[in-house]
């Protein structure tokens, strides 16, 4: 069975045949893209060599990118735990082409790639297209019969990759998991069974801020391949927590919690410990590339996806810190790929230790006024969605996550006049200082979490 170390390599080695580049993966944490808080795909270090405005020495690149994402455009956080696909930090595989080859240099690899080098079962895979791009639908016919080709609109075959910037139709490969080989009713259906492993965007336009779409000037391709999912189809696994990128890390919280972890069930124990090797991993490797949880932006993203991660630790029985335990086994299986985060792996631990801390100070008393809530109202009415966030540090996705648990309403609209009312009497009580003084020292009681923070911004 192949390693996902030797899958990695597979992939870039192939490339890299092909005259491309291996390029290193852009820090995870966005530096200097207003547009984005997390890098969400591959293509984002490349953005300008797509828009025209940069250049690079090369027209062919090959890379596994670190990605994240947890808000904006390309959110996958909800799915985390429950389904055996998404994650809040994945490797993306890529292959780029700037202004050199295109669409079909683009299709034949990926099939040469998947049936000849990794020896996939044509018959399993399926390929889809923009609706209207007939180019890319005839090449494909040169390696999958047409019932294996499928047409669909702009929701799955027009990528983009935030509200604005470069986009273009693109075409994606499916896997299909079912015993009998008949998964083309379940491509893009969101189910397990037929999942889409690669992407390949033919990069075409600019969407500007007033929507219109604008031609580059030239055609460029972007392809990324999800890593974990690869790695679950090559090693013959359903679930990518069955790989050897996340049994490690699995494992340990099996053994630390005294809880014996399931890949076919949703039972409380299998879920939490889903959660948490997912969301250690974003943790460690934001952090390594210079993110802190905090009350805004992208520390306010790991504030909320540590306090997720927390909660469902405290549900298998977790009452004291316990994802700063984990880093080290990441570590020991990812650091040599991404020395990162062996470096800042004490700095890393340090610091999920000390948000753990903090919020296991609230999170018992919290999740007791809840339920009281729960009891008292059948529901969570704004006003105490607020008083969770303010005083016990719940994020409102937190609470919004516990509300849908026990099958009760939560009000977010009320949730969200509270946080403006609160904002604007903070601003008031800023504007009343006198001038000259210094704000910070005088203004009245500081809100605990900003509320621009709140939810993350157009982000991916
Ligand atoms: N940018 C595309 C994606 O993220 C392909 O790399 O799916």
């Known amino acids: 069975m192949l390693t996902s ?14 005259q491309h580049r291996i390029v290193e993966s852009a820090p995870v944490v966005a530096h200097g893209d ?18 025209g405005t940069g250049t690079r020495d090369y027209s062919r690149a090959v890379d596994t990118q670190k990605c994240i994402r947890v808000s904006g455009k390309h959110n996958d956080l909800e799915e985390v735990g429950y389904d055996t696909y998404h994650h809040t930090f994945f490797e993306m595989l890529g292959n780029w082409s700037f202004g050199d080859y295109y669409k079909r240099e683009a299709i034949d690899w990926s099939w040469e790639l998947l049936t000849g080098v990794w020896k996939l079962d044509p018959e399993r895979i399926h390929a889809t297209v923009y609706r209207t791009d007939d180019e890319a639908y005839d090449m494909w016919k040169d390696h999958l019969p047409e ?9 799955d075959n027009f990528w983009e990759m935030g509200a604005t910037g470069p986009c273009g139709p693109c075409s994606e490969l499916h896997y299909d998991r079912t015993p009998d080989k008949n998964g083309a009713s379940l491509v893009n259906a969101d189910d397990p069974r037929v999942i889409e492993i690669w992407n390949l965007v033919f990069m075409q336009y600019n969407r500007l801020e007033n929507g219109d779409l604008q031609s580059l000037s030239t055609t460029h391709v972007d392809t990324g391949m999800g890593f974990e999912r690869i790695t679950a189809v090559l090693q013959g696994v359903n679930s990518n927590y069955d790989t050897d990128v996340f ?3 699995i494992s340990r919280i099996a053994k630390l ?7 076919e069930t949703n039972d409380e124990a299998s ?18 590339d210079g993110a802190i949880p905090g009350n805004t932006g992208q520390g306010y993203v790991l504030r909320r996806v540590l306090r997720r991660a927390s909660r469902y630790a405290r549900n298998i029985g977790f009452t004291t810190p316990v994802l700063c335990d984990l880093v080290a086994i990441l570590v020991e299986s990812m650091g040599d790929v991404f020395p990162e985060i062996a470096e800042q792996q004490h700095t890393i631990e340090r610091i999920v230790k000390a948000e753990e801390e903090s919020f296991l100070l609230t999170l018992e008393n919290g999740l007791k006024r809840i339920e009281e809530m729960i009891e008292a109202e059948g529901q969570i009415s704004g006003a105490n ?10 994020p409102f996705d937190l609470t919004a996550l516990i509300a849908r648990e026990r099958g009760i309403e939560v009000d977010e609209e009320g949730f ?3 946080m403006q009312a609160q904002k604007e009497r903070s601003r008031s009580a800023q504007k009343d200082q006198l001038p000259g003084t210094n704000r910070n020292l005088h203004a009245s009681r500081t809100p605990r979490n900003s509320d621009s923070a709140y939810r993350g911004t157009g982000d991916g």
């Open 5 to 18: 170390r030797e899958i990695r390599r597979q992939f870039l080695d192939f490339f890299e045949q092909k």
């Open 34 to 51: 207003p547009t984005l808080m997390f890098i969400n795909a591959g293509m984002n270090q490349f953005k300008d060599v797509f828009l």
């Open 147 to 155: 019932s294996r080709i499928h047409r669909f609109d702009e929701k």
């Open 247 to 249: 049994q490690p890390i």
């Open 257 to 263: 919690s005294g809880k014996s972890y399931s890949s």
């Open 271 to 288: 879920v939490a410990m889903r959660v948490m090797a997912d969301h250690v991993r974003t943790l460690a490797f934001a952090i390594a």
């Open 385 to 394: 969605a607020f008083l969770l966030y303010d005083t016990f540090g719940f």
């Open 416 to 418: 969200n006049e509270h």
